[in-house]
């Protein structure tokens, strides 16, 4: 008995074959010596709704996505049933003969497929006839999905898929719950049937965004149908009409408290002129808090964030190691109270053209928030660097305090997130506002229980 040669089972070999069949009209499928199918022509995939591209595995395709059945005897051949996109039956009958190569010997099965309902039929009017039902479904912004009683997909439009970045064939037949899991662990069939809205978030090669999973049914119950709504820009949009919000009450709660402060300090201002005018003698002194009056005024106005981004008042070449190192002496009693040990590294940095106030409110805001984290003899350390390659100057700022939960870490940086008793949450929402008006950024990282590092970025304006 001859031996099968290796190249019998090859698909490779046989690819002449493959492409022979898909350029005919007709319907093949092409099965190896040990009975597994090697390819199904592209005729016979388009009529039953599928691509070349759908098709990883053909043996697998066709005993588990067509969902291949043998009806019964048909002359010499078989009645089948196939399953094609959509859920929809149809029933050919299909004869395998062996093919030969030039010496003899056997390569190969082809069997050839007839389309029994509709052999009197064009095949593209039966291709219309299931496709056109179901494009509106697949028109559609949102996703759709439709089980059976035991939540298995019978159904899935175009939308759906795309949505959760998986192909038909991996959808298809698969049962819902379990698909589910792999996103949202604790989903359960209850979840849904009880109208429970799902959001779920899916990773692919683009940014994270979150679906809205909504529950119906059909036909009287036989049928569930789950419609999926990519809510992401939603969620965004929300966030940021929030953010407004936020800012404006910010806004308008520092424009009412500038106006109150700056009626009392007129005030003050006025009685202190009629006094220098009283007591000439002591001019110098009444000099000194004016100028004390004027600039606390200026002082609450940066606190509060009341600067105009246009505005370059007050901006001059400074050096930032020498201006943070003046700054950080007004911590030097409350640290030394505290048993907290401030470090400086100060790098090779360059002089920038900035508003001297805009930086000493960084330095304060941060390192107050430092000191106010640790309970006693804990450490900041705050460093600076220039980075040649972005031609932006670096300040970090390192506590080893209790640190941010997590929950709270994207929220800190909010206009009026505190969780502070006695917070205005406007502290790193200014900081935020500030760095931004020289192209810069700041950067939070903290874990309970370890410290915070604060990173802030600045470049020119």
């Known amino acids: 008995m001859k031996a099968n040669k ?6 490779n070999s046989l690819q002449w074959i493959c492409n022979l069949l898909n350029n005919a009209h007709d319907f093949f499928v092409l099965k190896d010596l040990n009975g597994k199918v090697i390819h199904i022509n592209k005729r016979l995939l388009e009529t039953l709704g599928y691509t070349v591209d759908d098709v990883d595995d053909y043996d697998h395709f066709f ?5 291949y059945k043998e009806i019964g005897p048909y002359e010499d ?25 030039s010496v003899g010997d056997k390569i190969a099965f082809l069997g050839f497929v007839k389309l029994r309902s509709y052999q009197k039929e064009k095949p593209g009017d039966y291709i219309d006839f299931f496709k056109h039902s179901t494009d509106i479904m697949d028109m559609t912004e949102e996703g759709v999905v439709i089980v059976d009683n035991k939540f298995n997909v019978v159904y899935v439009n175009n939308r ?30 209850n979840n849904l049937i009880n109208g429970e809205k799902i959001v779920i978030s899916s990773k692919g090669n683009c ?7 909504k529950y119906g049914k059909l036909n009287g119950g036989h049928w569930k149908t789950i419609i999926v709504k990519d809510i992401t820009e939603d969620l965004k949009y929300q966030k940021l009409i929030e953010q407004t919000e936020k800012y404006t009450i910010a806004g308008e709660f520092a424009a009412t408290t500038i106006h109150e402060i700056k009626n009392s300090l007129t005030s003050v201002k006025g009685f202190i002129q009629l006094l220098q005018a009283k007591h000439p003698d002591s001019s110098t002194y009444y000099e000194t808090i004016l100028d004390e009056v004027n600039r606390v005024l200026g002082l609450i106005k940066n606190y509060l964030g009341i600067v105009r981004n246009s505005e370059e008042e007050g901006e001059a070449e400074i050096d930032i190691n020498t ?4 700054y950080l002496l007004l911590f030097e009693a409350e640290a030394t109270k505290k048993g907290v040990k401030i470090e400086k590294r100060f790098g090779d940095v360059p002089l920038v053209k900035m508003n001297k106030n805009h930086l000493k409110q960084l330095i304060l805001n941060i390192v107050q928030n430092s000191l106010h984290a640790i309970e006693e003899n804990g450490k900041i350390i705050l460093n600076t660097k220039y980075n040649h390659h972005t031609k932006k100057i670096i300040i970090r700022i390192v506590d080893n305090g209790g640190g941010i939960e997590k929950k709270y870490l994207k929220k800190v940086i909010e206009p009026l997130f505190t969780t502070k008793k006695e917070g205005t949450g406007l502290g790193l929402a200014i900081c935020k506002s500030i760095v931004e008006l020289y192209n810069g950024d700041i950067k939070i990282f903290s874990k309970k229980g370890k410290g915070t590092l604060v990173k802030i970025i600045l470049g020119e304006r």
């Open 6 to 11: 290796t190249f019998a089972t090859d698909k």
């Open 63 to 67: 005993y588990h996505i067509l969902k």
């Open 77 to 101: 051949g078989l009645i089948i049933e196939l399953t094609a996109k959509y859920n929809l039956k149809m029933s050919f009958s299909i004869k395998f003969s062996p093919i030969a190569n």
């Open 160 to 189: 759906a898929c795309e949505l959760f970045g998986v192909k038909y064939t991996k959808f298809i037949n698969a049962k819902f719950t379990d698909f589910l899991r792999k996103y949202k662990p604790d989903a359960s069939e």
């Open 207 to 213: 940014d994270e965004r979150v679906l809205l999973l």
């Open 323 to 326: 201006v943070i190192n003046q």
